[in-house]
């Protein structure tokens, strides 16, 4: 039971109401996260906005879904690991694509470097030596990209943290945690 009200699309007002009007519109419903996330404006508008900015980013849908599945099985978030598996597959990704990243592994190195250095901001904090940058550059990957991953895993942290400290009922198709390696 989550231990924050969830706010219902139809009875939320103004701003909230509008956001909330954007994200049915999104996915056809109001996810749970939202509507807890919805008890503070700002914090569903600065949410909701980062989510739209991150869907014309660099990393593309497919990519950023991966950065999401390997940050909420790092932290052991069942909510975000369902939804973004959900998401990863409507954007393409492939099952056994998905699972290796709830480890940070991919076949293809650039993905795999990616989503290693992923999970290396959410181990150290981001607190990650120049090597760590270097490495995601080696394959390739430029400033821009370099960036966007940080800001993706600091969204998804965000993501993780509403849904498992206000214990947010799961209505995504579960997905079983991975144990960290």
């Known amino acids: 039971m989550p231990t924050v009200h969830l706010v219902e699309h139809?009875?939320?007002?103004?701003?909230?109401?509008n956001?909330?009007?954007?994200?049915?519109?999104?996915?056809?419903t109001v996810p749970a996260m939202?509507?807890?996330?919805?008890?503070?404006?700002?914090?569903?508008?600065?949410?909701w906005s980062s989510f739209g900015a991150f869907a014309g980013g660099a990393l593309g849908?497919?990519?950023?879904?991966?950065?999401?599945?390997a940050v909420a099985n790092r932290n052991a978030c069942e909510y975000c690991l369902a939804a973004h598996t959900a998401l990863g597959r409507k954007a393409g990704v492939s099952r056994d694509a998905l699972t290796a990243a709830q480890d940070g592994?991919?076949?293809?190195?650039r993905t795999a470097a990616l989503l290693r250095f992923a999970l290396q901001l959410v181990e150290h904090r981001g607190q990650v030596p120049p090597e760590d940058v270097q490495a995601v550059r080696d394959q390739g990957w430029d400033d821009e990209h370099i960036v966007e991953v940080i800001a993706q895993v600091a969204l998804n942290l965000f993501t993780n943290y509403?849904?498992?400290?206000?214990?947010?009922?799961?209505?995504?198709?579960?997905?079983?945690?991975?144990?960290?390696?």
């Open 10 to 17: 139809e009875s939320a007002t103004g701003s909230v109401r």
């Open 19 to 28: 956001q909330l009007d954007q994200i049915h519109a999104t996915f056809g």
């Open 34 to 47: 939202f509507r807890a996330v919805a008890n503070s404006p700002a914090a569903l508008a600065s949410m």
């Open 61 to 69: 849908p497919a990519l950023g879904e991966q950065v999401a599945v």
């Open 105 to 109: 592994t991919s076949d293809d190195p």
């Open 162 to 181: 509403i849904n498992i400290a206000l214990d947010v009922p799961v209505d995504f198709p579960g997905v079983r945690l991975r144990p960290a390696s």
